[in-house]
């Protein structure tokens, strides 16, 4: 038998549920060879999440081939692909449940001859694994949960690498350098490797007070593993399982945010239209603002206000933003500019290093009030407020709007009309207040 793996977003050989399957099924005489398909349309522009999945790609694409293992590219369209598999008996692959990937998948699945097996891998369990006793799916977090936490979660799948490299046939494939040389701007760490040992100092130095530190942003108090997740170099239940082996308040905050997770994972898969549309119906028809000034000023960090823009900045920098900053410059676009809370998961969508749709669009959606179970929609984050209660000492602000570095704590947070000019920083685009009461308005027709 000849068996393809066929790899996509799962950069790592452990907790693999594809290679730990492939090494179950190989007896004597089997041949395995690992399958990478490139689809020059799905690039896109080489932004900040394209140059992290290639370098992510890279790593893994040459530590396979120091361990003899070398991938084969498939590059082309669909066809291109079939062509490619169409020598194996057996397809495995770690299945995608969100569209538009599991449309591409089940379309691979009817045209080729080959015998498929998709298996769950990127998620703790299936999207429609949890669901309330007459069948429906859960729309609100805290019952979801606490059905998740009765249901059994799969252990972790070691690799048998050495039996895979005994079966490994690999033919030549097309060139990908090319892809990696121009994903080389911004240099990551990434890699299974790296990720292990984030996953190790996390556990060691923040877990025990990451209910305490997860929302003070100049702390490196998160875990910084959602990027690894993406792209697959760790495996989800690795992550589950170290972290239970741990006691404690920050251990149960931290796996509830892994459930939330896998929550909207559930209700993508549910509301696949949730990417353009609201999921609660009643806000599908709110009148946004049109203001193209102002969502520039959004994106380049030059709203005036200095948390938004120093979150914007570190957004534009470095392809990552801390998870209460996605939370206040969500509610800032939505909510103080009433622009279209789709304009910004779309921008989210191409500087996030850890862009996982479900998540983003879960988050926007909870953001701008529109979601399921989202905030409701009288509650505007004030962001000076939430400046000076989450950033007190400005450290943040200073790292990354440098121009108001010389002011002290507290007028770092609202700086004066003489600071502003200054310092050189704008003046804000908005007023609060009045943004707040509109926007009431505006979600109470």
Not at 9 to 27: G, I, P, Q
Not at 30 to 39: A, K, M, R, S, Y
Not at 107 to 123: F, M, Q, W
Not at 400 to 415: C, S, W
């Amino acid at each position: 038998m000849k068996m393809i793996c066929w790899i996509r977003s799962d950069f790592r050989f452990d907790d693999n549920a594809m290679f730990a399957r492939a090494a179950e099924l190989l007896v004597p005489g089997d041949e395995v060879e690992f399958v990478f398909w490139l689809n020059p349309g799905y690039i896109g522009e080489y932004e900040a999440r394209q140059c992290y999945f290639f370098q992510a790609l890279e790593h893994f694409y040459k530590k396979s081939e120091a361990n003899g293992m070398p991938i084969r590219v498939i590059s082309g369209e669909e066809d291109e692909f079939l062509e490619g598999i169409s020598g194996a008996d057996l397809l495995l692959f770690n299945a995608e449940y969100v569209e538009p990937f599991k449309s591409r998948d089940d379309a691979i699945i009817r045209k080729t001859s080959v015998k498929t097996e998709r298996l769950l891998d990127r998620h703790l369990l299936h999207p429609h694994a949890v669901k309330k006793k007459d069948g429906s799916y859960y729309k609100v977090f805290t019952p979801y949960r606490k059905a998740f936490l009765q249901m059994e979660i799969g252990s972790v799948r070691w690799t048998d690498i050495d039996k895979l490299k005994e079966h490994y046939r690999s033919t030549d494939g097309a060139d990908v350098e090319r892809y990696f040389k121009q994903a080389s701007e911004q240099a990551y760490e990434a890699g299974e490797e790296t990720a292990l040992k984030r996953l190790d100092e996390f556990v060691k130095r923040h877990l025990e007070k990451y209910d305490e530190a997860r929302d003070f942003p100049a702390i490196d108090g998160t875990s910084r593993l959602s990027h690894h997740l993406r792209t697959g170099e760790i495996g989800i239940r690795t992550v589950y399982e170290r972290i239970r082996q741990v006691d404690g308040k920050g251990r149960d905050v931290f796996l509830t945010e892994l459930i939330w997770r896998e929550f909207y994972h559930m209700i993508l898969v549910q509301y696949p239209e949730s990417k353009n549309q609201a999921v609660q119906r009643e806000y599908r028809d709110i009148d946004w603002e049109e203001d193209e000034t102002a969502f520039e000023a959004w994106c380049e960090g030059k709203t005036g206000f200095p948390i938004v823009d120093a979150a914007m900045r570190q957004l534009n920098e470095t392809g990552w933003m801390h998870n209460r900053l996605r939370m206040i410059t969500a509610s800032f676009l939505a909510k103080d500019l009433l622009i279209d809370w789709r304009k910004g998961e779309r921008y989210f969508q191409r500087k996030l290093i850890d862009y996982e749709a479900a998540s983003n669009i879960g988050g926007w959606q909870w953001a701008a009030s529109v979601g399921t179970d989202a905030v409701p929609y009288f509650r505007v984050f004030n962001p000076t407020t939430q400046s000076k209660r989450f950033d007190a000492s400005g450290d943040f602000i200073r790292k990354f709007v440098p121009e108001l570095a010389e002011l002290d704590n507290k007028r770092i947070h609202e700086p004066s009309l003489a600071d502003r000019e200054r310092c050189g920083y704008p003046e804000q685009i908005v007023d609060h207040a009045m943004a707040r009461d509109r926007a009431i308005a505006r979600f109470k027709e």
